[in-house]
């Protein structure tokens, strides 16, 4: 439903193009040409989840998939999903999926 609404279209078009980009709920808000409260209680309205929340299970998604199925390296996860270090991108990572990210790369070795 985001994807297909007005506003909220081109917010998410830039979480999902950029996901290694420092992006800011501010960013996200003038993507959608609106004030940081309207679009964060619009966003949480349609998607189910707030802009940061959001973003932050994108990356982990996109993380996921580069660990499991291209077996890339924490510290190269991290850097594509925007994180300047691997143990605050380890954190976020076992916060989304509930366990870190060495368990995707063995998951997809077995």
């Not at 309207?38 to 349609?46: D, G, I, N, R």
């Not at 691997?86 to 060495?102: C, D, I, M, R, T």
Request: glycine letters at 6%; a neutral charge; one cysteine or more.
């Amino acid at each position: 439903a985001a994807l297909a609404h007005d506003k909220l279209s081109r917010a998410m078009a830039l979480i999902h193009a950029q996901p290694d980009t420092k992006i800011t709920l501010e960013m996200l808000a003038d993507h959608a040409l609106m004030s940081r409260s309207a679009f964060s209680t619009l966003f949480k309205s349609v998607v189910g989840q707030s802009p940061m929340d959001y973003l932050k299970f994108w990356r982990m998604t996109l993380a996921y998939r580069w660990l499991a199925d291209e077996g890339i390296s924490t510290y190269d996860a991290a850097l594509r999903c925007g994180y300047e270090s691997e143990s605050s991108f380890s954190k976020a990572f076992n916060s989304v999926l509930g366990f870190g990210p060495g368990k995707a790369r063995s998951e997809a070795r077995d």
